[in-house]
């Protein structure tokens, strides 16, 4: 199947710094990518819907100013976490769809971003 | 939206046994239904999907069976191992993005 890469694969930071995490899709095309946040033991909550060229499309609740989206090619999508505080502090996954041939609804996640904020 | 809802939310099986896992959704809209198998700490992985125009899939020991009108679709293990402990996820689309069910934690018992 196809691959989704993610950096940093874990990052501990201070209370009050910024966070970048990148998203790649490796051998396809994403014209899409989602961000998803999970929490331990509970299910993958979509964040947002990053469209490449355009603006993100953001979840009822997720704050647009704190988790900003960049989709500005169409093998990279990233994820910033402004002014991180503890409850921040969770399991980010992105994901690409493959828009190619037979694969237009498969969708593929990267191997998440654990982040710890103290 | 949609809304999936999936059972039982835990599931314990002796290996060798099957496991089966449903799940319901809300958007008689939606067409496409994937599984994903996620182990502790790791990315989801898709182990099978099915989309609406087709009743049932099958992969080896794993098969996905979906009822459009009673807007319902299943996952069967069978010959369970140890190795399919984890956790599963269903997902239901419609337009552009995925719904997720709650998760079955599976734990196969050797």
């Known amino acids: 199947g196809a691959v989704v890469s993610q950096h940093p694969s874990w990052v501990i930071c201070k209370s009050g710094t910024s966070v970048k995490i990148e998203c790649r899709s490796l051998d396809f095309q994403a014209t899409t990518m989602f961000w998803y946040r999970q929490f331990p033991k509970q299910s993958l909550m979509l964040m947002a819907t990053s469209n490449e060229g355009s603006k993100a499309t953001y979840e009822q609740g997720v704050e647009k100013d704190k988790f900003l989206i960049n989709h500005a090619s169409l093998t990279l999508s990233t994820l910033t976490v402004t002014s991180a505080h503890p409850e921040d502090s969770s399991f980010y996954i992105c994901?690409?769809?493959?828009?190619?041939?037979?694969?237009?609804?498969?969708?593929?996640f990267g191997p998440g971003t654990r982040l710890l904020v103290l | 939206g949609e809304n999936v809802e999936q059972h039982p939310s835990t599931l314990s099986v002796q290996e060798g046994d099957s496991a089966v896992i449903k799940c319901t959704y809300s958007?008689?809209?939606?067409?496409?239904f994937p599984w994903y198998k996620q182990e502790l700490g790791k990315r989801p992985q898709l182990i099978i999907d099915?989309?609406?125009?087709?009743g049932e899939k099958k992969d080896q020991r794993i098969a996905v069976t979906l009822n459009k009108t009673a807007k319902h679709f299943s996952l069967h293990i069978t010959e369970t191992q140890p190795e399919d402990s984890a956790v599963y996820f269903c997902?239901?689309?419609?337009?552009?993005?995925?719904?997720f069910g709650a998760g079955t934690t599976v734990t196969v018992r050797a």
């Open positions: 099915i989309r609406s125009n087709v």
């Open positions: 958007d008689s809209a939606s067409n496409y």
């Open positions: 997902a239901a689309r419609g337009d552009y993005k995925l719904s």
């Open positions: 994901s690409a769809r493959d828009a190619s041939g037979g694969h237009r609804q498969t969708q593929y």
